[in-house]
């Protein structure tokens, strides 16, 4: 375990971010330290952390499933970002979210933490049936029962970067292909945007108890019509979006590295979105809608990339 950086100042704030140098958490951290913050991150090691060090925040690197180690890195903070890193290699990709969701918990009422802003999802309404998304359902439920603590879960759409992923694909096969329907609309969000909002929330006292947002940009997008975009924004206005046969995508995750069993929650997760079970949820309420349009970040964020490789 890496040596905690000295807390501050008796009365200054100070934030907490776990999620090491993560699309998320490394914007928050950039924020906050833009503004003058002091700012501690975690991750599991000082190597994945020396970005953000050496922009000024202090670190704490070690396993958050220890609720001691994390427990200290908790320490002193005014507010703290949590979420549970994603390990698509575990062998049962649910027991690793609750061996981590339930040593952030422990952790944080063993700091006395008031403040949380959690990273959850959209779809972490329902319990079942929603892969991964399931996980992050019992931790809201585990953070909800924390008592005098002000918790936010935030539950943003399909992350804008996710797409980055077909810029591969498009090199290799010349087309985009996924496991979900085509033309089942989705919220999706930047990355940026939720960033945004989590460095307002950390900074903003609510004494508001347990309570949800959900994130999405100004419109939803269909896996075809996200196709569209990004090949038009990279010269490829006829890029073709495929829908990849479930067992098949499954199989071809394996091949990538995921577990068996991470792979059949993603499966599931697909399927969830593709038939509908997460229509509508987003739109209840409350809900924010980000600034950050898809064109925009096909045109800044994914050109780029693509262009680079």
Do not use: C, W
């Not at 290799?172 to 999706?188: E, F, Q």
């Not at 909002?197 to 309570?211: F, I, Q």
């Not at 495929?242 to 577990?259: C, H, K, M, N, T």
């Not at 697909?270 to 950050?292: C, M, V």
Request: avoid cysteine; aromatic fraction near 6%; proline fraction near 5%.
């Amino acid at each position: 375990m890496a040596p905690i950086a000295t807390s501050p100042m008796k009365g200054t704030a100070m934030y907490v971010l776990l999620g090491s140098n993560g699309n998320i958490t490394s914007k928050v951290a950039a924020l906050l330290l833009g503004q003058g913050t002091p700012v501690r991150v975690v991750g599991r090691n000082a190597g994945s952390l020396a970005s953000v060090k050496a922009a000024g925040a202090g670190i704490a690197a070690g396993d958050i499933g220890d609720a001691g180690f994390l427990a200290q890195a908790f320490a002193g903070a005014t507010a703290a970002y949590t979420m549970i890193p994603t390990d698509y290699a575990a062998q049962d990709m649910a027991a690793e979210q609750d061996r981590l969701g339930n040593a952030i918990a422990r952790a944080i009422a063993a700091a006395g933490l008031k403040r949380v802003v959690n990273l959850s999802s959209v779809g972490a309404h329902l319990g079942s049936g929603n892969g991964p998304i399931a996980g992050l359902h019992r931790q809201e439920r585990r953070l909800d029962e924390l008592a005098g603590v002000d918790v936010l879960h935030l539950r943003p759409g399909y992350f804008f970067e996710n797409h980055l992923i077909a810029i591969e694909m498009i090199r290799t096969i010349g087309a985009y292909a996924d496991m979900t329907a085509p033309d089942a609309p989705l919220p999706m969000v930047a990355t940026a945007d939720i960033a945004q909002v989590v460095a307002r929330e950390l900074r903003t006292p609510s004494g508001k108890g347990k309570r949800v947002l959900h994130l999405r940009a100004p419109s939803l997008y269909t896996m075809k019509e996200a196709t569209a975009l990004l090949g038009a924004a990279i010269g490829k206005p006829d890029l073709a979006y495929v829908q990849a046969d479930p067992e098949e995508g499954r199989a071809a995750l394996i091949q990538q590295g995921f577990s068996a069993n991470a792979a059949a929650q993603l499966m599931e997760m697909s399927a969830a979105f593709s038939t509908g079970r997460l229509d509508g949820e987003y739109d209840k309420g409350p809900t924010e809608i980000t600034p950050t349009t898809l064109e925009d970040f096909a045109a800044t964020v994914f050109r780029p990339a693509f262009e680079k490789t």
